[in-house]
């Protein structure tokens, strides 16, 4: 009992001391007044947003000219070495190839996009695809998406 109290007492005076002034009527904390100016946001320099393309194009997916490809694969086909982009960004490249999936709504004829696909259902494949063939293949008329495959991560320690 002794300790709740003292507990108790420390915390009225370290409250008191920092202007605290508990919850209201309704339970909500009281509202705090901002310290600063808010930060203006400032858009990403070139290379820095895995949703901004050369152009400076955002949103979702690639930017117009091939809005269903995933933003990080637009940037990884655009990279000046997709190879070391593919490796930083945790996505599977192999032989000049990197690992998606493709949703669609129809066959779509893999061969004319250099790509092997490694596993396929009824509208969804698994392929390795020439990054510079990433756009093109999400422009065909039968895909819906093409977007990097979900990867585990490794647990933290």
Do not use: H
């Not at 909500?28 to 194009?57: C, E, F, Q, R, W």
């Not at 250099?114 to 293949?137: F, H, K, M, S, Y």
Request: aromatic share 6%.
């Amino acid at each position: 009992m002794r300790f709740l109290l003292l507990i108790t007492s420390l915390w009225v005076v370290l409250c008191a001391n920092a202007g605290c002034s508990g919850a209201g009527q309704s339970g909500a904390p009281a509202p705090v007044a901002p310290t600063s100016a808010p930060v203006a946001s400032t858009p990403p320099l070139s290379g820095d947003s895995i949703t901004s393309g050369p152009s400076g194009d955002v949103g979702k997916g690639g930017p117009a000219a091939c809005p269903r490809l995933d933003p990080i694969l637009y940037a990884l086909s655009t990279a000046s070495d997709p190879a070391a982009f593919a490796a930083a960004s945790n996505i599977p490249y192999d032989q000049g190839r990197v690992l998606v999936f493709v949703t669609f709504t129809a066959p779509v004829d893999f061969d004319q996009y250099r790509a092997r696909v490694t596993a396929q259902t009824d509208q969804l494949a698994q392929a390795l695809v020439p990054p510079n063939e990433l756009c093109r293949l999400a422009n065909d008329a039968n895909v819906t998406a093409v977007r990097p495959p979900d990867m585990a991560a490794p647990a933290r320690p």
